[in-house]
């Protein structure tokens, strides 16, 4: 016998008024069997309290933080050791390339777990995940896309190096993402669009770790891990502190852009609700 969402808000209020409570409600097996679907649609109450509450204050804050890490990238952090690098004021644009790396493969998780909740629930809170998971890695993905060869074309001489497996398995999930966000403004929507397209998502989140790996099993030019602190990959204690700026900049600016697009797709479906209600009411 599984709860019920109001079973659930009463174990869930009752444990935290009274750890005792919590304790006695786990071995009675209160939490053990709570319907799965009624947490999903409690999570859901809570993100549509404060989703409208924190989009604006996240994003702008974190867009910010990305101007503030320009700003400490290009007239603070120091300049990398010549020798060892072909062009080194260039590699300051890596102070944003990094953090639209790490926020990309945010949204792609994101998109990969909305996927597993619409198929295993049909949570309408999953789609979304899918939908703005998409958006936002095909945000970031092109992110890293222009400035990847911007840095190359003056690092290796090239823009495009065919033959190392981190930057096209990275361009294979751009592309994934761009397929999705296409075929949701081109499709009609429905339970088989949606089903197709988030098997579409949770096959392609299979390259998000075969990307991020590249660079250790297969490294050719591309960088490897420059966060270790090895003889390799170690960087200066200055260049760390702006890129740790801008990956807390660009996580803040992710969850955001998470919420403002989760009030813009909430209003989207207000609208078309409006407008089906208009039109019959027309008919009449």
Known sequence: MYYSQSNLRACLANSSNDSRFLTDSIHDGCFDRIDM?????????????????????????????????????????PLVDPIAWNAPEAYRILFWHVPFAWTSFMSYSLLFLGAIL???????????????GSELGLLFGLGVIISGPIWGSVEWGVFWDWGDVRLNT??????????????????????????????????????????AVATT??????????????????????????LYIGALSFMVLFFGLVALNYSIHNLREEIAGRKIITDKEDLI
């Open 118 to 132: 619409w198929y295993a629930m049909r949570s309408e809170l999953g789609w979304s995940m899918v939908l703005i």
């Open 217 to 242: 099993l297969w490294r050719n030019r591309h960088p490897g891990a420059i966060l270790r602190n090895t003889e390799e990959s170690g960087i200066d204690p200055d260049i760390r502190i702006v």
């Open 170 to 211: 990275y361009a294979l999930l751009t592309g994934v993402a761009l397929f999705l966000v296409m075929s949701v403004r081109s499709q009609p929507d429905g339970e088989e669009t949606r089903d197709t397209l988030a098997a579409v998502g949770l096959f392609g989140f299979v390259l998000v770790p075969i990307t």
């Open 37 to 77: 679907k009624a947490a999903v649609e409690v999570l859901t109450d809570v993100w549509e309290g404060i989703h409208q509450k924190i989009a604006i204050p996240l994003t702008s804050a974190g867009i910010i933080g990305a101007v503030i890490t320009v700003l400490l990238g290009f007239f603070w952090a």
